[in-house]
Nanobody
């Protein structure tokens, strides 16, 4: 069983930055691809970014490319999402997730993860 806990969300003005963290339990953290997803009120959950187990491959949604950066520290069992140049449309609950079955490339193509965190709220004011 894997337990994921996000932190780092908050209220920020447009153009500002935040850094989200996702702490994971489990001894095989580095084996699995992980991703960040977000869900805005009244909208479906959407893919934001994915990273391979080793951290060498990353993928991004077009809407966040060049503004967000996904990374992981396997020694700390933690994944991160650096959010820069934030826009009001980035407002959402951000969830981290882990996949035992799929690669980061497959997550970027829409495959689903097996474990999910509860989420952290990001609110961007205009």
């Amino acid at each position: 069983q894997v337990h994921l806990v996000e932190s780092g969300g908050g209220l920020v003005q447009a153009g500002g930055s935040l850094r989200l963290s996702c702490a994971a339990s489990g001894r095989t953290f580095s084996t699995y691809a992980m991703g960040w997803y977000r869900q805005a009120p009244g909208k479906a959950r959407e893919f934001v970014a994915a990273i391979s187990g080793s951290g060498t491959r990353t993928f991004y949604a077009d809407s966040v490319k060049d503004r967000f950066t996904i990374s992981r520290d396997n020694a700390k069992n933690t994944m991160y999402l650096q959010l820069n140049s934030l826009k009001p449309e980035d407002t959402a609950v951000y969830h981290c997730a882990l996949s035992r079955r799929y690669s980061s490339a497959q997550l970027a193509r829409g495959e689903n993860c097996d474990y999910w965190g509860q989420g952290t709220q990001v609110t961007v004011s205009s």
